[in-house]
Each structure stands twice: as structure tokens, then as C-alpha cells.
């Protein structure tokens, strides 16, 4: 693509979206670098489900050692990444503390804002491409362009821009750069958008990225995301390896959006586009199965080290998994073993943030123990019931609010309307309005009913229209 071809698409969607001409003039290149970068993305739409069916392993090379890959806890994992980070940079743990205070500072503030009622989408993509970036790589010099850009865009408080498909890619998330990302944010476009049609109406086409355009190169990119060498090439997969199977789980196992997003993406229905859809998800099926660790049942992003494999236990990967294949999978003994011994664990290969609960983790934690329930024995259901005791205690007396509002941790944020969405999600899911879905006790909750209206009136006056603000009042509205 020419340069000029590449400005005039980023002139086309400044014409296209009113905020475009209202962005500072120093946010203005920032927001055509993105543009220009956007690559064609969006990860390939799925057929019918293909019981049974599994791809050929023949020629799948997995890892040759993994079955003697060592498991260790979450202390341990974390000192096993952060020796890889040092290995290039002794100065990895200054540097990564002294960019974590200016983005918490600019998460509180960003926080603040939102809490306003601006769902400030472009700063929100940038905030969390500057988490990715502090979180998963030491390139400190685009980290710190990204926090200055990030701090510039909260000025403009009117991104509806950002909301936007891009002409020339047809893609949401035009102020992120990485392509996993963009694809994120155009699948959660596109199941917002879902109508009783269930046929997409786009603007723009959305192309498959050639990456990931056969099931072959799919597997090879999968496969070079599993192992990180982060002492060799100054990156841990981890960040893009859960964003990435999240979507492919999204797109392959929620019946609800397959045809939809296979529509998007243009797919015809006939027997060869069937059979290579179809050819697809067997083959990340497989990937999925090759993954998952039989001793502890858990998925997560695995490491070289020294030689040494290690598989780490991934808390939020593994409930993605489960939650998608609603429960339908193998070594559900080890899984609950696993869930409740991490249980004092760091994120993401515990419960804990910091050393306290949060109610992200919380909802992650009760949806894969309410699927593992009838698997569980007396003595393990007692044990989950108590840990689900503590967490609700913890989200009505330390995360909720007098005036129905939920608490935001700077240090483990990604909107003011997540924290509403998985504050409610955690409540609902647990039963503490619903007696019916009280998987863990028979307790009564006299309160619950007064607790749905606080956080349902503070929700409205929020007047966000967030999509998660929209679930949440749905819940809450079935609810009180």
C-alpha cells in the first residue's frame, strides 16, 4: 500500500467519523500511524459443530518435551518470567515499576472520566494496548509513546470515532496497533450488532487475515504462540495467546455468533466452504486438547527457561476454555483439584490480584466451580462453597459501594463499566438474587433484592452505553 493510498484512507475515515476533526492536532498523526497499520483481521467464522471429529495429529509437531514440563506455582512461574525480562535488561524491574506508576495514573484518571459517563473508546484502546505493552514486553521506548499519547487523548472527550468501522479494513479498534487486539474489538462489535436477522450489516467487508487463512498456517501460528523464550526474544506470549484463543473459542463454540460472524466475513454456504470451515475447527479443537495439561487439567502460556520447559496454570485462559465449551471437557477431577489448590495464588495463575480478590477473578472462579460442581466430591463442594462465602463477602463489604457503585483498582482495570459488568456478573452467577442458581448453598440473602436496586439506580444515572453497562442492567433488571 503507497503512502498516499494509505492517507486518503485515513482522510476517508476522518470524513466518516465526526470526531475525527475535533482530536488534537498532536493526536491526529497518532490516530493515522494506527490507521495505516491496520492490517485485514478477523479470525475465520465457524460452521457446524463436528462431534467427533478431529483433525489429523499426524503432523501437528507439537512440543516434544511437554510431557516433562515442570509445574510450578504462581510465585514461582513469576520468577521464571521475570528472569527472562532481566536476562536482556537487568534493569527490567525498575524500568516496568516506573512505567506501572504512570499508567496507573493514567488508568485513575481515564477512570474518572469514564465515571462521567464518557466511554472515551480511543483512550480505552490505548490504555490497554499500554497495559499489553508493560505487561508482556520490555520495548520501553513505544511504551512510553503510547502512555503520551494516551495521556493526550483524554483532552478529547468525545471519541465516538473510535466506535467505528475503518474504511479500508473493515475492522473496530482503530486506535489499537496490535492485530490481535483490533480483532478483539471487531468480534465485540459485531456480537453487539447481532439483530434479529442474524444478518450482519457491515459498511465495509471484513478480510481474513492471511495468517491464519488455512488450517495449516492457523496451527502455525497457535504453536508459535505456546512456548515463550523470553531471555531469547524479549516478549511473553501469554497476553496474545489468551486473546487469541478466546476469540477462536468465541467464534468456534458460541452457537449464537457462528453464522453471523461467517457472514461478515463473506463465507458462502456450499460444500467446499463447508468443509474447510469445518477443517478449521476440528484443527483448533485438536490444538485445544494437545494443550490442556492432564496433570492439573488447566491450560495456560508455556515457558523455556534455562532449558527447562514449564507449563503454567492459567486461571482466566482455563475458565475462557471451559465457559465456552460449556463445561465439556476432559480432567474435570484435576481441574478442581487445580482451581482450589491456586486459590492463594497471583493472577493469572491464582485468584488473587496483589493479595486481595477482585470481582473479574471472583466471576472467572465461580462459573468454572458452578460447572465443575457435579463433578466435585462432598468434601470439595464444602471447600468451594466456603471460598464462594468469602468472595461475596468480599464484594459487599470491600468492592461495592454505599451509593451502588463498584470500587476501580487502578492496578488492574480495563473500564469503569468491566468493573460494573463482572461486579454484577459475580452476583448473578452465584445466586445471591436467583435462589435457583444458588449451586453452593441454601442460604438466604434477605438484603439481596435492596443491594439490586442501589447498584440498578446508580447504573442509570451512569448513562453509559457501554455494551457491558447494557448486560449489566439486564441482569439486574431480571433480577429486581
Not at 495521556?151 to 486506535?175: E, H, I, K, Y
Not at 490481535?180 to 456480537?191: D, G, I, N, R
Not at 463454540?253 to 477443517?279: C, M, N, T
Not at 492459567?314 to 471451559?322: F, G, K, Q, R, V
Request: proline letters at 4%; aromatic letters at 12%; hydrophobic letters at 35%.
Amino acid at each position: 500500500m503507497t503512502e498516499t493510498t494509505e492517507e486518503a484512507l485515513a482522510d476517508e475515515a476522518g470524513r466518516r467519523t465526526e470526531g475525527w476533526r475535533a482530536l488534537p492536532l498532536r493526536l491526529r498523526p497518532a490516530l493515522r500511524r494506527r490507521l495505516r497499520r491496520l492490517a485485514p483481521i478477523l479470525l475465520l467464522a465457524s460452521s457446524t459443530v463436528l462431534t467427533g471429529c478431529a483433525a489429523s495429529t499426524a503432523d501437528w509437531n507439537f512440543v516434544p518435551d511437554a510431557d516433562q514440563a515442570g509445574i510450578l506455582s504462581g510465585d514461582e512461574m513469576n520468577d521464571v518470567i521475570d528472569a527472562g525480562f532481566i536476562a536482556r535488561d537487568p534493569a527490567y524491574k525498575e524500568q516496568r515499576a516506573r512505567f506501572g506508576q504512570r499508567l496507573g495514573a493514567l488508568a485513575a484518571s481515564l477512570a474518572a472520566i469514564q465515571t462521567r459517563g464518557k466511554t472515551m473508546a480511543c483512550s480505552t484502546q490505548m490504555y490497554l494496548e499500554a497495559d499489553w505493552l508493560h505487561d508482556y514486553t520490555m520495548d520501553w521506548a513505544r511504551l512510553d509513546r503510547q502512555l503520551a499519547e494516551l495521556a493526550q487523548s483524554l483532552t478529547n472527550l468525545d471519541q465516538s470515532f473510535a466506535n467505528r468501522q475503518s474504511p479500508g479494513t473493515g475492522l473496530w479498534g482503530v486506535c489499537y496497533d496490535e492485530w490481535f487486539l483490533q480483532t478483539e474489538a471487531t468480534l465485540s462489535a459485531l456480537e453487539d450488532r447481532l439483530d434479529e436477522s442474524w444478518q450482519p450489516s457491515l459498511l465495509y467487508p471484513i478480510r481474513v487475515p492471511e495468517k491464519i487463512d488455512t488450517p495449516e498456517k492457523m496451527k502455525a501460528y497457535l504453536r508459535g504462540l505456546l512456548v515463550s523464550d523470553i531471555a531469547r526474544t524479549g516478549r511473553d506470549n501469554r497476553g496474545e495467546l489468551g486473546n487469541v484463543t478466546t476469540i477462536f473459542s468465541s467464534v468456534f463454540f458460541k452457537g449464537y455468533l457462528r453464522e453471523y460472524v461467517r457472514g461478515a466475513v463473506g463465507r458462502r454456504h456450499d460444500d467446499e466452504s463447508d468443509r474447510s470451515s469445518g477443517l478449521f475447527q476440528a484443527a483448533y479443537e485438536d490444538f485445544l486438547d494437545r494443550w490442556q495439561d492432564p496433570r492439573t487439567g488447566y491450560w495456560g502460556a508455556w515457558y523455556r527457561s534455562d532449558g527447562r520447559l514449564y507449563k503454567s496454570v492459567d486461571l482466566s485462559i482455563t475458565y475462557h476454555t471451559i465457559a465456552y465449551r460449556h463445561g465439556q471437557v476432559a480432567y474435570w477431577p484435576q481441574i478442581i483439584d487445580t482451581t482450589l489448590r491456586i486459590r492463594n495464588d497471583p493472577y493469572p495463575f491464582g485468584w488473587l490480584h496483589r493479595g486481595h480478590l477482585n470481582n473479574h477473578n471472583n466471576y472467572d472462579v465461580a462459573r468454572i466451580l458452578k460447572y465443575g460442581w457435579p463433578h466435585m466430591s462432598d468434601s470439595q463442594k464444602r471447600e468451594a462453597g466456603d471460598a464462594i462465602g468469602e468472595m461475596l463477602a468480599w464484594t459487599l463489604t470491600e468492592s461495592l459501594d454505599p451509593d451502588g457503585s463498584f470500587k476501580t483498582d487502578p492496578t488492574f482495570f480495563s473500564s469503569v463499566s468491566a468493573d460494573y459488568y463482572f461486579g454484577v456478573s459475580f452476583l448473578d452467577e452465584i445466586g445471591f438474587w436467583n435462589p435457583a442458581e444458588r449451586f453452593w448453598t441454601q442460604s438466604e440473602f434477605p438484603d439481596s433484592a435492596a443491594v439490586c436496586r442501589r447498584i440498578k439506580a446508580r447504573l442509570a444515572d451512569f448513562k453509559s452505553p457501554d455494551p457491558q453497562v447494557r448486560v449489566a442492567l439486564e441482569k439486574l433488571n431480571a433480577a429486581c
